[in-house]
């Protein structure tokens, strides 16, 4: 059963563009929730996060949005630069009901290709 | 100065063996954890620990058994491996147990041939 989904395995966008990478979740207990960014044979590198109580949060290139209603999140990449290029993983946390220590339900993730 | 270390980064290993992934932070970090990836690509939590504290423990074989000697360590232990456990092993740590910022290991690539 995913809690956390990202239904696209792979997207491709050009340099200088916008990246947008979705995230949907079924869990309505999860109130945060985190991008983590992950090059090959390196382990996830924390990105940006938002509290379920924000609606965005924004931190230089990168932007979060979530829309509780739809229990969907989306990470906007703008503008998108080569180094850009990895795999990005959407998790999310029942924080409040779960204690801190429940750890994060991850999704599959989406392998982000910034082309030249 | 590497902030969570995982060795080996790669482990072959034959069907029954036992082996052990060590984990170390030197982030002064309250909380370590062991994460999956598997063939689908999912990352699953296996364990966490606070204080040397076991706080959660997922659905995991008892074959695998975390120990932490003190709080920069977790290390995972695996008995009579499997087919099934092949996988990425990361170990990650944070700075509490209601903290997120989770900072990963690269990673042990296990293969059970």
């Known amino acids: 059963d995913q809690q956390v989904k990202q239904n696209s395995p792979s997207l491709s966008v050009q340099e200088g563009r916008i990246s947008i990478l979705n995230c949907d979740y079924t869990?309505?207990?999860?109130?945060?929730f985190l991008w983590y960014k992950k090059y090959p044979a390196e382990g996830p590198t924390f990105l940006i996060s938002?509290?379920?109580?924000?609606d965005k949060n924004e931190d230089g290139r990168f932007t979060v949005f979530l829309n509780k209603s739809a229990k969907h999140l989306s990470l906007h990449i703008v503008p998108s630069q080569p180094g850009d290029s990895a795999v990005y993983f959407c998790?999310?946390?029942?924080?409040?009901?779960?204690?801190?220590?429940?750890?994060?339900?991850f999704g599959k993730g989406t392998h982000l290709i910034i082309q030249p | 100065d590497t902030a969570v270390s995982q060795t080996p980064k790669y482990l072959v290993t034959q069907m029954g063996n036992d082996k052990s992934i060590k984990c170390e932070q030197n982030?002064?970090?309250?909380?370590m954890y062991w994460y999956k990836q598997d063939s689908k690509k999912f990352l699953k939590i296996m364990f966490s620990?606070?204080?040397?504290?076991?706080?959660i423990n997922e659905t995991v074989p008892n074959r695998f058994s975390p120990k932490s000697p003190d709080k920069a360590h977790l290390n995972l232990h695996i008995n009579s491996l499997e087919l099934g456990d092949s996988a990425v092993y990361f170990c990650?740590?944070?700075?509490?147990?209601?903290?997120?910022?989770?900072?990963f290991g690269s990673g042990t690539r296990l293969t059970v041939v």
């Open positions: 869990n309505s207990m999860f109130d945060y």
């Open positions: 938002i509290s379920s109580i924000k």
């Open positions: 990650a740590s944070s700075q509490a147990a209601g903290f997120y910022g989770y900072t």
């Open positions: 998790a999310a946390s029942a924080r409040e009901s779960g204690g801190g220590a429940d750890g994060l339900t």
């Open positions: 620990y606070n204080n040397k504290e076991l706080i």
């Open positions: 982030l002064g970090h309250d909380t």
